[in-house]
């Protein structure tokens, strides 16, 4: 496995409370799919794991070198969860074009999250930008 890229991000949980508050389910829907939704919702701690998504969909389209630029949208950028509780990554539209364009193959994602704060860390193998 070759690293070609490598992205990290932390959230405020307390400011995604906020924004969540704010703006409700249109900011929901923007931003989240409707199996990561459910996934969140599901939880005790939803926010938490609301902002671990939030963190590994930044650090991804660090990962791609493109932030919400080059038509790369949160929806995109998917968090699942095998069975065993691992997140992984599924790349949709331009965020899945545009790892293509740039042979990766994989990304591997890490999240953890406590009360005040969530990140996330991607690391994508292939050949690279």
Same mark, same amino acid.
């Given at each position: ?23 409700? #389910? ?7 799919? /409707? ?6 919702? *599901? !939880?005790?701690?939803?926010? +938490? ?28 950028? #998917? ?7 691992? /997140? ?6 331009? *965020? !899945?074009?545009?790892?293509? +364009? ?28």
């Amino acid at each position: 496995m070759t690293i070609a890229a490598h992205g990290i991000d932390m959230v405020d949980c307390k400011r995604l409370g906020e924004m969540i508050d704010r703006y409700g #389910e249109r900011f929901l829907n923007r931003v989240f799919t /409707p199996v990561e939704l459910e996934y969140c919702r *599901g !939880r005790k701690r939803r926010t +938490e794991h609301l902002a671990g998504r939030f963190a590994a969909k930044e650090a991804v389209m660090k990962v791609l070198g493109t932030g919400l630029r080059k038509g790369v949208n949160w929806l995109d950028i #998917e968090v699942v969860n095998e069975p065993s509780g691992r /997140p992984r990554i599924n790349l949709t539209g331009k *965020g !899945r074009e545009i790892a293509d +364009e740039q042979e990766l193959t994989e990304i591997i994602i890490s999240i953890s999250h406590i009360t005040t704060h969530a990140i996330a860390s991607a690391v994508a193998s292939g050949k690279g930008p």
